[in-house]
């Protein structure tokens, strides 16, 4: 459960930051993501805002 509240806040936290005006790579810097991991939080914002963001899977192979 604490690693999906980690993962909740740093969408969260990222989307912000975007708001803000901080680059894509500069987010992911700072939340020591990927680029890759950036754009994909942003597409999920952009699919169904924060509620999307809220949503997380948790798929194993």
Avoid: W
């Amino acid at each position: 459960m604490e690693r999906k509240r980690h993962k909740v806040r740093d969408r969260m936290h990222a989307i912000f930051l975007l708001y803000r005006g901080y680059s894509r790579t500069h987010c992911a810097g700072i939340l020591n993501l990927s680029y890759h991991t950036i754009n994909n939080y942003i597409y999920l914002y952009q699919q169904g805002g924060l509620t999307r963001l809220r949503q997380t899977s948790c798929y194993r192979p």
